[in-house]
């Protein structure tokens, strides 16, 4: 089965501190998913990445970047965490784009910002 | 845009009644469809999916049909169990694409 694992289930922060969120996925999967998901809202892609070092911005990257050095590893940093950005967020991967894209996702992580 | 519209929750059903979640997508093309299921305190699972018009996707006792005419792709189980209490997502895809458009979820409770 497919694993992808995350860090941390829950984090606290405080408002200003940098923030790294681990996703590893282990099926050597090419594209790798940061979301966050919020009631009412769904998931709202932050950032995509479809190879080492490569990323996109997605709906909503503002106060965000993406760090990917190894293929199965995708971190999600928050430089300076504010307190609208305490969300659920979850990591996805899959091996391919288009039509058959079926996403894997880890359990999430829920981030307070204090 | 692709976007997705579902029947807001939450839904309330006691064991063995009919489900159905409506939801219906906006796309350019010839989009993919997904059903996820968020079981609670886990990550969102892929529950079924259907690639192109009129194909019918099922798994677990529930069924969706890709439905062109109406740009539909409703969720239905004939007889819930308390086991099925989870949030659903729909979700599209266009055939080029990587980013997934969700819906905004249905939170749904079967009781015993």
């Known amino acids: 089965d497919v694993k992808v694992t995350q860090s941390s289930r829950y984090l606290v922060k405080r408002t200003g501190e940098k923030v790294f969120l681990e996703c590893v996925q282990d099926m050597d999967h090419e594209n790798m998913f940061w979301y966050r998901q919020d009631p009412g809202l769904g998931l709202r892609l932050i950032y995509f990445s479809y190879d080492v070092k490569m990323k996109e911005k997605g709906d909503i990257p503002e106060g965000y970047s993406v760090s990917r050095e190894k293929k199965e590893r995708f971190s999600l940093i928050l430089e300076s965490a504010s307190t609208n950005q305490t969300s659920m967020y979850l990591c996805?991967?899959?091996?391919?784009?288009?039509?058959?894209?079926?996403?894997?996702f880890g359990p999430g992580t829920r981030l307070t910002v204090l | 845009g692709n976007s997705v519209t579902q029947m807001e929750g939450p839904v309330t059903l006691s064991e063995e009644a009919f489900l159905t979640i409506n939801c219906t997508y906006t796309a350019t093309g010839y989009p993919s469809l997904f059903w996820y299921v968020q079981y609670p305190g886990e990550g969102l699972q892929l529950l079924l999916k259907?690639?192109?018009?009129?194909d019918k996707g099922s798994n677990k006792g529930f069924e969706a049909t890709y439905r062109k005419e109406t740009t539909s792709f409703h969720l239905e189980k004939g007889s819930v169990q308390v086991s099925d209490s989870a949030v659903y997502f729909c979700?599209?895809?266009?055939?080029?694409?990587?980013?997934?458009?969700f819906g905004a979820g249905t939170t749904v409770t079967v009781r015993a």
């Open positions: 259907a690639t192109k018009a009129d």
């Open positions: 979700a599209l895809i266009w055939s080029g694409g990587y980013k997934l458009s």
């Open positions: 996805a991967s899959s091996f391919v784009t288009g039509r058959n894209n079926e996403q894997f």
